[in-house]
């Protein structure tokens, strides 16, 4: 099995949703990377551009990718950035 790996931004529309965005972040990847499978999970805010966050997933397969998913969906961090664009990039799903 390979590794499925996510780039890309989170692309907010305004520095009060970006600044819940920062605000919500350490607890989501503190929950992220403590998911089996879950290899790696970066996430940095732009200096250039404070509304975009840059991504960095790497899982150790689809189930684990998948799982990921579904956790964060019901989580608080799902439900507060639902409607935040994304400009993800996915390889080995």
Avoid at 32 to 40: D, H, I, K, N, Q
Avoid at 77 to 90: H, K, L
Wanted: proline share 4%; with cysteine; net charge positive.
């Amino acid at each position: 099995m390979s590794n499925v790996i996510l780039t890309g931004f989170l692309v907010c529309r305004s520095l009060e949703e970006a600044d819940r965005v920062s605000h919500l972040l350490p607890d989501h990847i503190r929950l992220t990377r403590a998911e089996p499978g879950c290899l790696s999970f970066e996430v940095f805010r732009s200096m250039a551009d404070p509304l975009r966050f840059a991504v960095r997933e790497v899982f150790r397969d689809r189930a684990a990718f998948k799982a990921h998913q579904v956790r964060v969906q019901c989580s608080i961090w799902g439900r507060a950035t639902r409607c935040i664009p994304r400009d993800y990039r996915i390889e080995g799903a």
